[in-house]
T-cell receptor
């Protein structure tokens, strides 16, 4: 119940395409869903986050879509660029325990 | 230096060695975290310190021993590790414990021979 399942494990997209990374959770008490981006040799950095009172959030080229009934959320990257090549992690936490539960990560490669 | 720094960046040690990982945050945060990152696995939270008190210890083997002497520094003392402990060890900090953005250091790549 505490798991967050992330897919795909790896993804290759042509420049300008829209990669989509999906995450699913079981614990209905989760109410905070961040996405982190990690470049080689660096630690993860917060990219964008959403709470379940909205179904979508956009920040620049990055969009989170949230489906509360399906207990799924996804990250979309518009007009993807080679510089977006990185590993992306979804996570979730709830009010009773602020600990972040992490997905296993998606290694994204954007081909020029 | 700014942000969260970690030293050393790379460490190779034998199973009988004792070593320490160091983390320093320059952000004025009150909470600090140790994570273990293994390939193709979710980040594993090891320890959480809030205002220098350990508030979470996620069933981590006793061969890992954390120390938080002040709100800016965090150490992870290692002794008699196993090869399966080889991983990237990440330190993070946040303004306070809870649902705040966590700021990560670059990690220490640990190899246990």
């Amino acid at each position: 119940q505490q798991q967050v399942k992330q897919s795909p494990q790896s993804l290759i997209v042509q420049k300008g395409g829209i990669p989509i990374i999906n995450c699913a959770y079981e614990n209905t008490a989760f109410d905070y869903f961040p996405w982190y981006q990690q470049f080689p040799g660096k630690g993860p950095a917060l990219l964008i986050a959403i709470r379940p009172d909205v179904s979508e959030k956009k920040e620049g080229r990055f969009t989170i879509s949230f489906n509360k009934s399906a207990k799924q959320f996804s990250l979309h990257i518009m007009d993807s660029q080679p510089g977006d090549s990185a590993t992306y992690f979804c996570a979730a936490s709830g009010r009773s325990n602020y600990q972040l539960i992490w997905g296993a990560g998606t290694k994204l490669i954007i081909k020029p | 230096e700014t942000g969260v720094t970690q030293t050393p960046r790379h460490l190779v040690m034998g199973m009988t060695n004792k070593k320490s990982l160091k983390c320093e945050q320059h952000l004025g945060h009150n909470a600090m975290y140790w994570y273990k990152q293994s390939a193709k696995k979710p980040l594993e939270l090891m320890f959480v310190y809030s205002l220098e008190e350990r508030v979470e210890n996620n069933s981590v083997p006793s061969r890992f021993s954390p120390e938080c002497p002040n709100s800016s520094h965090l150490f992870l003392h290692l002794h008699t590790l196993q090869p399966e402990d080889s991983a990237l060890y990440l330190c993070a900090s946040s303004p306070q414990q809870g649902r705040n953005e966590q700021f990560f250091g670059p990690g220490t790549r640990l190899t246990v021979l």
